[in-house]
């Protein structure tokens, strides 16, 4: 199934969107026996430097899970070597309190092929006396520099980091420029899942995303996905249920087989990101469009000139049956329109290639938008 989905970062190429996020204590290479479905496994998190793992002993002191090593790097190339080969891309989840170990860590990651992922988001306070995980969020220009520092040895590079503890869109932007690769976001709400923390990083970078919280039933993914997330990571849940990963590969497999755009964006008018305004009606009445296009810093002029320009010689041009005239402006396939359906029907078009046309167009217009002036 590694051609279904085209999920490339860097040197790294994901069978699927789903993945198992790093758990102090307890993703290790025996662990990911149970897991051989994931399209990445995230070993970890390790402390790799004499402060924080002093700082993880203390932790298991108070009882905390930890990985603890009097030689971690040893220890964690050994875990590299059971699992790599596997079909599942490998990340190591680490921390350290100066770059020298980040970068030794970077080097042995690319060496295996893996991806090293930098723990912005542990907020222990044994890390946090030390400036440690999320405690990195609060200086952005020093971890926009580390994230430069890193990218120099050529590895893939991700940060885990929990939403709403700085201004999310400022750091993704700056790690953006910086280099970073892939965003791990615990989109964490007052009320579980926020997913206009995944949408507004969405609008407003073009790193790859992993959604992550609460994702625990191919409902909760589907939800993540259709916010903006690229893939999503499964934690504790795939603990409490061996079965949940499997579960949610078998559905997202499904979705890409029947539509061939397993995180097509929502309606404008039903809360979606950006990339959903490829669904909209021409911006002739007033509706969730024009707020969208406001966001987008887009004008409506310019909206409806990308859209009829991306539709002149292809299946979208014509749409006899439809409201407009063109199958630009239609909607998204879960939505039955009979109007829709005969104009498909008389242009040959069938709904996996329609999907396919709607989400090329949703690039162009979002190739249109800068994202640096997006409001979020």
């Known amino acids: 199934m590694s051609d279904l989905f085209d999920l490339k970062a860097g040197y790294i190429t994901f069978k699927n969107p789903v993945a198992v996020a790093s758990m102090a204590g307890t993703t290790d290479s025996e662990f990911f026996k149970n897991f051989p479905e994931a399209g990445l496994y995230i070993l970890g998190g390790y402390s790799i430097d004499e402060a924080t793992m002093n700082a993880s002993r203390e932790m298991v002191k108070r009882g905390r899970k930890e990985f603890i090593s009097d030689d971690i790097f040893a220890f964690i190339e050994s875990e590299l070597r059971k699992v790599t080969g596997k079909g599942v891309v490998i990340g190591i989840n680490v921390r ?3 770059p020298e ?6 080097e042995l990651a690319k060496k295996y092929g893996a991806i090293l992922e930098i723990n912005a988001h542990c907020r222990q ?25 890193i990218k120099k040895t050529g590895v893939v590079l991700s940060l885990k980091m929990r939403s709403g503890a700085v201004d999310d869109v400022k750091l993704a932007r ?9 965003l791990h ?5 007052m009320r579980g899942t926020n997913l206009n923390a995944i949408k507004k990083l969405r609008d407003s970078t073009t790193l790859f995303i992993i959604g992550n919280n609460s994702v625990n039933n191919y409902e909760t993914a589907q939800a993540m996905y259709s916010a903006g997330s690229d893939m999503v990571s499964v934690a504790r849940a795939a603990m409490a249920n061996p079965k949940l990963i499997k ?3 078998s559905y997202i497999e499904d979705q890409q087989k029947q539509t061939g755009w397993y995180n097509a964006p ?3 008018c039903r809360g979606g990101d950006l990339r959903g305004l490829t669904w909209c009606c021409p911006p002739i009445k007033e509706c969730p469009v024009h707020g969208a296009l406001a966001r987008a810093n887009l004008s409506p002029e310019k909206f409806a000139r990308i859209k009829l320009k991306f539709g002149e010689g292809t299946k979208l041009e014509r749409g006899s049956t439809t409201c407009f005239g063109s199958m630009v402006w239609c909607c998204k396939f879960n939505k039955s329109c009979y109007l829709r359906e005969d104009s498909m029907a008389e242009n040959k078009l069938d709904y996996k290639e329609y999907t396919a046309l709607k989400k090329k167009l949703s690039e162009e217009i979002m190739r249109n938008i800068d994202k640096e002036k997006v409001v979020t």
């Open 96 to 98: 350290a309190t100066t």
């Open 101 to 106: 170990p980040f970068l030794r860590a970077a």
């Open 125 to 149: 306070e044994e890390m946090a006396a030390l400036n440690v995980g999320e405690a990195m969020l609060k200086d952005r220009i020093a971890l926009a520099r580390l994230v430069s520092d």
């Open 174 to 182: 700056i790690l953006e420029k910086a280099g970073l690769d892939i």
């Open 185 to 189: 976001v615990d989109a964490m709400g």
């Open 247 to 249: 579960g949610i590969v």
């Open 266 to 268: 929502s309606h404008i």
